[in-house]
């Protein structure tokens, strides 16, 4: 069976090098961006199975980069990455095609569950 494969979008390298050393641990294959514009870019030739994004981001934000990714990339899964529930931002990323959010600090099982149930496999 192939590795789930993951795009990490997140501008806080202190948060997303180590989280992506840990899902790399549990058996996907990782890719790590830091902005909305490099997950742009990274999906153009990369495929992926699931999209952790960041809400709050300098430059284009998580709200904007979800937008532009459902719009090229309707079927791909985007989980939500948030620092602080804003219910606002959570309604919005959910309208505009997110299937979930999780909050940080990551709880890494937690976040594993949510990626497979994104995508379908319980394993």
């Known amino acids: 069976m ?10 806080e390298i202190d948060f997303s090098t180590p989280l992506g050393k840990r899902l790399s641990r549990r058996g996907m294959d990782i890719h790590t961006v830091d902005s909305g514009h490099g997950a742009l870019t990274k999906l153009e030739d990369t495929p992926v199975d699931v999209i952790l994004l960041d809400i709050k981001m300098a430059g284009m934000d998580g ?5 532009e990714i ?16 804003d219910t606002e931002m959570v309604l919005a990323s959910m309208g505009l095609g997110a ?3 999780i909050m940080k ?18 394993m």
């Open 2 to 11: 192939k590795p789930i494969t993951v795009l990490l979008v997140d501008d």
């Open 63 to 67: 709200l904007r980069t979800l937008s």
């Open 70 to 85: 459902k719009r090229n990339h309707p079927k791909v899964a985007v989980i939500m990455l948030t620092a602080h529930i």
């Open 99 to 101: 299937c979930g959010y």
């Open 105 to 122: 600090p990551v709880e890494i099982d937690e976040l594993v569950n949510k990626i497979r149930e994104a995508i379908g496999n319980d």
